[in-house]
C-alpha cells in the first residue's frame, strides 16, 4: 500500500464521520462565500456604465429635503454640463403592495435617456415615452415579475407626496445595472402636486469625465448661501452616502463570518481529534517500526486537510456555480441585482479551509507526540 492509500483509507475508515465533516466544512463556506458577497455588493454596488459621467445633486441638509426647480436653469448654464434632468423618487403603493420591489422616480424623458444612456428601448416605445405626458417606462425584470405589458394601466396611491398617479405603460427598458425601476414624466407630477415647483434631486450628465472635478465644484459654489444649498457629487459618491445610512453593516456581516469559522474550527478539531484518538495503538506501531514525528505530523496534518480541502471545493465550488448561473435577483426578490463571487472572495473562503486543516490536526499531532510507544500499544482498539 502506498503512503497516499494509507491516508485515504484512514480518511475513510469512518465514512459516516468524514462525509458530515466534509458536509460541515462545505455547508460552512458555501455561507462565508455568501455573507461575503452579499456584503461586497451592500458595501460596494454596481456601476453602470455611464455612471463615470454622472452627477447627483441633493440638498445639503438632507436628502428628503427638496430642491427648487428654478435651480434648472442655473444647472444647465454651468460650464461642462451636458444635461440636466429633475429625478424625484414617487414611492407610491402599486395594487396591493405597500412597499413594491421596485421604485418611482420622476425625471424629464428626453433628458433623461441622454444621461442613463445604456438603457435600450425600441425606438417607436421612446416615442411614446417623449409624447405622452401620463406615459410611463418600466424595467424588463419588474414587467416580467408583475406581468405588465404595453398599454396597461398602472394606479399609484402616494405615500410620500399627496398625489395618487395614473400612468400608462408604453414601453420596457433594459442594459442597465438595475432594470426594476419605473420612470415617469415630470411635467405629470408637477400638475398632480399642483405646479408645487419642487424636485427631489437633480441628475447631471458632465461632458467628459475629465470636466467632472470642475462641474462638481461650479455646481457647489453656484447656490452655496442660497436658502437651498446643494451637495453635488458623482453617483459613485452617492451610492456610498445611502449605504451608510444602513449603519456599520460591515460589523455585523464580519461578526457572523467569524461565528462561521470558529464553529467550524471547532467541528473540524473535534473531529479530527475523535479520528485520531481511535488510533492511538496503530500510530504507536509507526512510531515502534521506525517512522518518525514529523512522518506521522504528515499523515495526520494530510488528513485533515484532505477533508478540509474536498469540503472547501464542495462550498466554494457550490457557491460560485448557483450564483454564477442563476439570477440573484429572482431568488432574493429583488433585494440584490447582481451577486458576484470574485476570484478574492474564493481566495479569502480557500484560506480559511486551509488553515482550518492545519489547526485541526494540530492537537491530535501535539497529543500523538507526547505519547510514547508503550502507551500508544497499552490504548484499545
Known amino acids: 500500500m502506498t503512503i497516499a492509500g494509507f491516508i485515504v483509507k484512514n480518511a475513510l475508515r469512518n465514512k459516516r464521520r468524514a462525509l458530515l465533516c466534509i458536509l460541515s466544512v462545505a455547508v460552512s463556506l458555501f455561507l462565508l462565500v455568501s455573507l461575503l458577497v452579499a456584503l461586497r455588493e451592500i458595501t460596494l454596488p454596481p456601476e453602470d456604465v455611464g455612471a463615470a459621467a454622472r452627477i447627483i445633486v441633493r440638498n445639503k441638509v438632507s436628502l428628503a429635503s427638496p430642491l427648487p426647480a428654478r435651480q434648472r436653469a442655473v444647472l444647465e448654464r454651468i460650464p461642462g454640463v451636458e444635461a440636466v434632468t429633475p429625478f424625484t423618487f414617487y414611492g407610491g403603493k402599486f395594487r396591493d403592495e405597500d412597499f413594491p420591489k421596485f421604485a418611482q422616480f420622476a425625471v424629464d424623458p428626453k433628458e433623461f435617456m441622454r444621461i442613463v444612456v445604456e438603457a435600450k428601448m425600441q425606438v417607436d416605445q421612446l416615442d411614446a415615452f417623449l409624447k405622452d405626458q401620463r406615459a410611463c417606462i418600466v424595467g424588463k425584470i419588474t414587467a416580467d415579475k408583475y406581468g405588465l405589458k404595453i398599454g396597461d394601466r398602472l394606479n399609484f396611491i402616494g405615500t410620500l407626496w399627496p398625489c395618487d398617479l395614473e400612468l400608462k405603460m408604453v414601453g420596457t427598458y433594459q442594459g442597465t445595472i438595475d432594470d426594476r425601476n419605473l420612470f415617469f414624466n415630470h411635467k405629470y407630477f408637477d400638475e398632480a402636486m399642483g405646479n408645487l ?182 490504548t484499545l482498539d
Open 197 to 378: 415647483g419642487q424636485v427631489g434631486t437633480w441628475w447631471v450628465k458632465a461632458r467628459s469625465i475629465d470636466d467632472m472635478t470642475d462641474v462638481l465644484d461650479r455646481i457647489n459654489r453656484a447656490f452655496a448661501n442660497t436658502s437651498a444649498e446643494v451637495r453635488a457629487e458623482t453617483e459613485r459618491a452617492f451610492q456610498m452616502s445611502m449605504v451608510s445610512m444602513w449603519g456599520n453593516i460591515k460589523i455585523l456581516v464580519r461578526s457572523i463570518c467569524s461565528v462561521v469559522v470558529f464553529t467550524l474550527l471547532l467541528v473540524s478539531a473535534s473531529t479530527m481529534s475523535m479520528a485520531i484518538r481511535e488510533r492511538f495503538r496503530e500510530l504507536a506501531v509507526l512510531k515502534a517500526i521506525g517512522f518518525q514525528r514529523r512522518e506521522i505530523f504528515g499523515f495526520i496534518l494530510a488528513e485533515s486537510f484532505g477533508l478540509a480541502a474536498v469540503g472547501a471545493l464542495l462550498g466554494i465550488g457550490g457557491a460560485w456555480a448557483l450564483f454564477t448561473h442563476i439570477s440573484i435577483s429572482k431568488l432574493t426578490d429583488g433585494i440584490f441585482v447582481a451577486f458576484e463571487v470574485t476570484p478574492q472572495i474564493m481566495g479569502v473562503a480557500g484560506t480559511v479551509a486551509a488553515a482550518l486543516g492545519i489547526i485541526s490536526a494540530l492537537a491530535p499531532a501535539i497529543a500523538m507526540a507526547r505519547m510514547s510507544v508503550v502507551e500508544g500499544l497499552k
